[in-house]
């Protein structure tokens, strides 16, 4: 994908007005944040908002040696210079930082940011969200009661339904139960459920992606996908009847592929997208394929959020060791996403031009995906 990739600074307008939720201020948000502003180039992407405290961000500015960056303070989104980093105060008075530590007023804070960046971004101020770590724990609070961010913005947003998309190159693992327990998730993924799911990511990646006619392989729940109901029966009873109704419906879904084998001989790689069904299934070959670089975007909200595919990071946090590249990813892509977005809705709003568009896909293309669907079903 683009974002990964060649940068060039487009002219055709004004950089985008991206919101950065400050996240926990003793985790490495603002390091990473100012190692990656701290390259000049990234204002041709951007004008960058923070939602936070340019105390806090002194500090931590000299906690890593920063000191060569510069930043101008705000008091609203209209006022953001393009090639400065801005910052809009959520609080004047000084804060108590602990680094590497979770605290009350760090997660007061995080929920302080995130909530006035999204209503911001509601309110049209800013054209997309990026948002740092969270502790989970600390966050709670009787306005902020979710699991995580996705909960979060899915509610805050009034979407319908959600999907957490881990994604890194042209690798976009869809997660379909979120921060679910493990105990649960036999009980929650229903036929309905995978097809909800796989309605989201296949407008996801063709709207947010630009991708024409993504093929989406979804992962089974059991070993060996229940080994015809030998460990289980929900893949032959559940899911693949939910990948072929979704097939027959347009979307070219295929599956349920058992994930060990799937990601071990390399399968991802034949596939636009993958809907794993739960947490780890789908984070754990994730983060082992791009610990570094990934990206963690929400699908189907009306406003583009983006954040870094990693935590707090306590461990290190106030060391200078984070690495800045899952965060620039981040930006990169909610760059990209307002793009292909206005690219799709335009194309939408011209009938004649979408169906010459679709009138080239290869019809042979279309009967080899029929075969292959075929052949799972047997």
Do not use: W
Not at 128 to 134: C, D, M, Q, S
């Amino acid at each position: 994908m683009a974002y990964f990739n060649n940068r060039r600074n487009n002219n055709e307008n004004m950089p985008v007005k991206i919101g950065i939720s400050q996240g926990d201020i003793n985790g490495i948000g603002y390091e990473v944040m100012l190692k990656c502003f701290s390259d000049s180039r990234m204002m041709d992407i951007c004008t960058p908002i923070l939602y936070g405290s340019s105390k806090v961000l002194s500090y931590h500015k000299k906690l890593i040696g920063a000191n060569d960056f510069s930043f101008i303070n705000i008091r609203y989104a209209n006022q953001a210079e393009a090639r400065k980093f801005n910052i809009l105060n959520i609080i004047q008075e000084e804060v108590k930082i602990d680094v590497g530590q979770p605290t009350e007023i760090g997660g007061k804070l995080a929920a302080l940011s995130l909530e006035r960046a999204c209503q911001e971004i509601m309110e049209g101020k800013i054209d997309a969200l990026v948002t740092n770590p969270i502790n989970k724990k600390n966050i709670q609070s009787d306005t902020f009661n979710f699991p995580g961010h996705t909960e979060y913005l899915t509610k805050k947003f009034g979407a319908e339904d959600s999907l957490m998309i881990m994604t890194c190159r042209n690798i976009h693992i869809g997660i379909m139960t979120n921060h679910l327990p493990l105990k649960d998730i036999p009980r929650v993924v229903t036929k309905d459920l995978i097809l909800r799911k796989l309605r989201v990511m296949d407008h996801s990646l063709k709207r947010d992606f630009g991708i024409r006619m993504p093929k989406i392989a979804v992962l089974a729940l059991n070993p060996h996908a229940g080994d015809r109901g030998l460990i289980g029966s929900e893949d032959d009873e559940i899911v693949a009847p939910a990948v072929k109704e979704a097939f027959d419906n347009g979307i070219l879904a295929f599956g349920p592929y058992p994930s060990d084998g799937f990601f071990g001989n390399g399968s991802m790689n034949d596939f636009d997208g993958v809907m794993a069904l739960y947490h780890d299934q789908g984070l754990i070959p994730f983060k082992l394929m791009s610990f570094t670089e990934g990206v963690n975007f929400t699908a189907g909200l009306p406003y583009v959020r983006t954040s870094p595919a990693h935590g707090t990071a306590y461990e290190i946090a106030g060391k200078n060791q984070a690495s800045a590249q899952s965060f620039r990813n981040a930006v990169y892509l909610a760059a990209d996403i307002i793009k292909h977005r206005k690219e799709y809705d335009e194309l939408s709003k011209n009938p004649l031009k979408k169906a010459y568009r679709d009138s080239n896909i290869d019809e042979d293309i279309t009967q080899e995906l029929q075969k292959e669907q075929d052949e799972e079903v047997l």
